[in-house]
């Protein structure tokens, strides 16, 4: 005959039982219910293209320098992706200084140096 204590631990068991089926029915919801927009940022996110590598797509397919807010505008609209205004700033100017791939072509314009190919 089963006593009170065992009666209470599979109580307790089945409880936790149903609690993880319904915490992971839950997370399955949420996933379907996320926004086009930020599941697009996600997959682009997980690719690993950072914010210089979207910046140098963009220019790649500009036909000549744009700004900063530009190109974020053009990365949300390609990649999906939020970008901080001062952080891609800060971080093109930082790969002009070291000659890398950009250079700047007016306050907060920037474009794609002379030795780097642009597709067209």
Do not use: W
């Not at 936790?16 to 997370?27: D, M, P």
């Not at 996933?31 to 790649?60: C, F, H, N, W, Y």
């Not at 807010?69 to 093109?92: C, F, P, T, W």
Request: proline share 2%; hydrophobic share 35%.
């Amino acid at each position: 005959m089963a006593t009170k204590n065992s009666g209470d631990s599979v109580r307790e068991a089945v409880f936790l039982a149903i609690e993880a089926s319904l915490e992971a029915q839950l997370r399955a919801v949420r996933r379907l219910r996320v926004d086009p927009d930020e599941s697009k940022s996600r997959r682009t996110a997980r690719k690993g293209m950072s914010q210089v590598s979207m910046a140098e797509d963009i220019l790649r397919r500009a036909s000549g320098p744009l700004h900063a807010n530009d190109i974020i505008e053009q990365i949300k609209k390609i990649h999906g992706v939020d970008l901080d205004r001062e952080s891609l700033v800060s971080a093109l100017s930082k790969r002009v200084q070291r000659g890398d791939r950009f250079v700047r072509s007016g306050p907060n314009q920037f474009a794609l140096g002379a030795g780097t190919r642009r597709s067209r």
